[in-house]
Nanobody, 128 residues
């Protein structure tokens, strides 16, 4: 049974930082591409950052330079370090797994349709 469990969300002031974690189980983590998506109230879900099995990263323009995605295959965990947070980063953040990932173009790391497993989400709220 595949499980993705996010943690690390919370409330911070603008300019602050949060570190999200996603603990995965039930599949071969080291053979999966992983990503973070987010959804703000009244908006569609959007990609934030993705990481391939080999560690290639891809970021959405609106977080580039502020967020960092990483993975620890020994712990079956993917992380999202979020710095210089802005109120517009307020959203529910979801971890997603693309199992048996074969990556031809790193931009596909943020294609929602590629991902076959999703976590329940963790809320990040940034106040001004």
């Amino acid at each position: 049974q595949v499980q993705l469990v996010e943690s690390g969300g919370g409330s911070v002031q603008a300019g602050g930082s949060l570190r999200l974690s996603c603990a995965a189980s039930g599949y071969s983590f080291d053979r999966a591409c992983m990503a973070w998506f987010r959804q703000a109230p009244g908006k569609e879900r959007e990609g934030v950052a993705g990481i391939s099995t080999g560690g290639t990263n891809f970021y959405a323009e609106y977080v580039k330079g502020r967020f960092t995605i990483s993975r620890d295959n020994a712990k079956n965990t993917v992380y999202l370090q979020m710095n210089s947070l802005k109120p517009e980063d307020t959203a529910m953040y979801y971890c997603a797994a693309w199992t048996e990932c074969v990556l031809y173009d790193k931009s596909s790391l943020l294609q929602e349709s590629r991902y076959n497993y999703w976590g329940q989400g963790t809320q990040a709220t940034v106040s001004s």
